[in-house]
Every structure is written in structure tokens, then in C-alpha cells.
């Protein structure tokens, strides 16, 4: 398995205040992602990034902000958390796309307040 | 546009039966499908892929999967269940980009009765 981290693993925090979570992956994989998962809507996909500095959006980009500064670090900001962002959060890395495998941390359990 | 569903959020089988979970996919060009397996308070692992070629593919833990261009399927099995077969799964479909963006089903929870 990819060595593929993520902190913190549980957060509280308030509404309002800004939020970071952290993916670290020690593989050199190119694509790296970030993903929710809520009860009776599997995962869904946030934002993506493709390399140093290049991310897109997914299809829950709404609140959510990202950077990629280094290849094995991939950073998720809610910029001013809300209750409808109570979620886990799930990274995931490849080393490609297309058919390429993808490799997920343990994720992060986020309860906003 | 791509999307996945998956029949049935609670699937109950007895130790030693079959295990059959079902995914439906929509997708306007030919898809990669892939069935994933997440244990209680872990990540996503992935159990196989189809991608092309051969239609039935197998993946770990003796499950195996096969792709019905025609049903638009890709249906999760498995001759035998055991207690440590329950976990929840989710099907996803990839289009075949590079950006490896992959749409989830809503995951289908697989108890194990003794």
C-alpha cells in the first residue's frame, strides 16, 4: 500500500473558524485527491490535484479551498467551516490517472459545531 | 457523465453463501469500473478493476466481478461468504481520462450471519 497519511484524524472545531486537514504520501504519486464521505452518499469527490500547484475542482468544491506546494503534501481548507461540512474527509493519491490505482489514507473525521 | 448505483444499501447473506452485490453504471464512453472494500474506521481498498479485455475479472479475497456491456453492469460476487467478508463496498466508475476522477455508488453494507 502507498504510504499515505492524514492529520488530524478526528477535529472539533466551530462554525465559522477556518480548517485545515493535511494528506502526506510517500510514494511520489502525481494525482492526489480529497474526497467526503457521508452516510447514504459514498464518496464524493472535492477538488483533485494533477501536480505541484495544478488542482481542479470536483463535484463538492463549494466551500473548499486547496494547495499543493510539494508533491507528497495535499491540503484541504475549509475557509469557514459550516455544519453541512460534518463529514469524513478521505485523501487518495496515483501515480497516473486513467486506469491507475488509486490509494486511500485512513481519513479524518471532522464535527463542526 | 458518468454515474453508479448500486441496488440495495444492506445486503444479509449466512456464513458459506453467495455473495452477490449489484452495480448499475451509466456512462457516454466505454467506462474503467472498479469495486472497493472499507472496513469499519479504515479507508477505501480496492478489491478489482476492469478497465478492457477480459470481461470477468478477479480480484482479492476470491471475489470477482464481471462486466455486461449490455446490462451496463458490473456486479460484485463471490461463491462463499465468510465473518470476515463484512465491511461495506462501493462500486465507481472512471471515464477514460487522465485525471483518474472516479464516481462512487452510495456503498452496500454486507452483514455475515453465523
Known amino acids: 500500500d502507498a504510504g499515505i497519511t492524514q492529520s488530524p484524524r478526528h477535529k472539533v472545531t466551530e462554525t465559522g473558524t477556518p480548517v485545515t486537514l493535511r494528506c502526506h504520501q510517500t510514494?511520489?504519486?502525481?494525482?492526489m485527491y480529497w474526497y467526503r464521505q457521508d452516510p447514504g452518499h459514498g464518496l464524493r469527490l472535492i477538488h483533485y490535484s494533477y501536480g505541484v500547484k495544478d488542482t481542479d475542482k470536483g463535484e463538492v468544491s463549494d466551500g473548499y479551498s486547496v494547495s499543493r506546494s510539494k508533491t507528497e503534501d495535499f491540503l484541504l481548507t475549509l475557509e469557514s467551516a459550516t455544519s453541512s461540512q460534518t463529514s469524513v474527509y478521505f485523501c487518495?493519491?496515483?501515480?497516473?490517472?486513467?486506469?491507475?490505482?488509486?490509494?486511500f489514507g485512513p481519513g479524518t473525521r471532522l464535527l463542526v459545531l | 457523465a458518468q454515474s453508479v448505483t448500486q441496488l440495495g444499501s444492506h445486503v444479509s447473506v449466512s456464513e458459506g453463501a453467495l455473495v452477490l452485490l449489484r452495480c448499475n453504471y451509466s456512462s457516454s464512453v466505454p467506462p474503467y469500473l472498479f469495486w472497493y472494500v472499507q472496513y469499519p474506521n479504515q479507508g477505501l481498498q480496492l478489491l478489482l478493476k476492469?478497465?478492457?479485455?477480459?470481461?470477468l475479472v478477479k480480484g482479492i479475497n476470491g471475489f470477482e466481478a464481471e462486466f455486461k456491456k449490455s446490462e451496463t453492469s458490473f456486479h460484485l460476487t463471490k461463491p462463499s461468504a465468510h465473518m470476515s467478508d463484512a465491511a461495506e463496498y462501493f462500486c465507481a466508475v472512471r471515464l477514460n481520462t487522465n485525471a483518474g476522477k472516479s464516481t462512487f455508488g452510495d456503498g452496500t453494507t454486507l452483514t455475515v450471519k453465523p
Open positions: 476492469y478497465t478492457t479485455g477480459a470481461t
Open positions: 510514494e511520489n504519486h502525481r494525482y
Open positions: 487518495a493519491c496515483s501515480g497516473a490517472g486513467g486506469i491507475e490505482t488509486q490509494y
